[in-house]
């Protein structure tokens, strides 16, 4: 089932998100109504506070964006043998980061139409549940750690407009009072705060 996106503005983006048990009723179907918004609203990633949720739970998919890449562009953001994942992440912890940063451009489905660059780490390591509550530990680099660590950040509360330059989320301002109005039309169901 499709579910709205809660965008920018709503509480629920601003919590630290609790941790899932593994008896969370109707998990699966969560999940499975994650997966469906996520690919209805052409995303790459969904953390769960983003459907109102706050759980420590999200979705990851950087083998779309592999998929979607020419040869020469892949090489420049996956490490070589690094196809993309498509992977649940549940009560996700950071073991550590790669002294090595890179910027690239970030957008957001709870931020519709806004993108900005964000320095982040190449290369992350990670403990987490899967789907099936197994414990992982798993270094992830380029696009794929990129993508892990804009989710992780939802279940923490933060945004990727939080790690942006102050000017740079100035030149924003205007554009995030529309979506706070709700006055943005995507191609996706979303919920504006009130």
Known sequence: MKLPVYGYGNNVLKMTADKVEQDYPGLDTLIADMWETMENAQGCGLAAPQIGKPLQLFVADSKILFDNMGETERKDVFTEGDTGIREVFIN???????ENKWEETEGCLSLPFLSGKVVRSWSVEVQYQNQHFETIQKKFSGMTARVI???????????YIDRVKPLSKKLMESKLKQVLKGNVTTPYKMKFKN
């Not at 660590?149 to 945004?159: A, F, K, P, R, V």
Request: charged share 15%; no cysteine; hydrophobic share 35%.
């Open 92 to 98: 996700t912890e950071i073991i550590s980061l790669s």
């Open 149 to 159: 660590l804009h989710e992780y950040d939802h279940t923490q509360g933060i945004l």
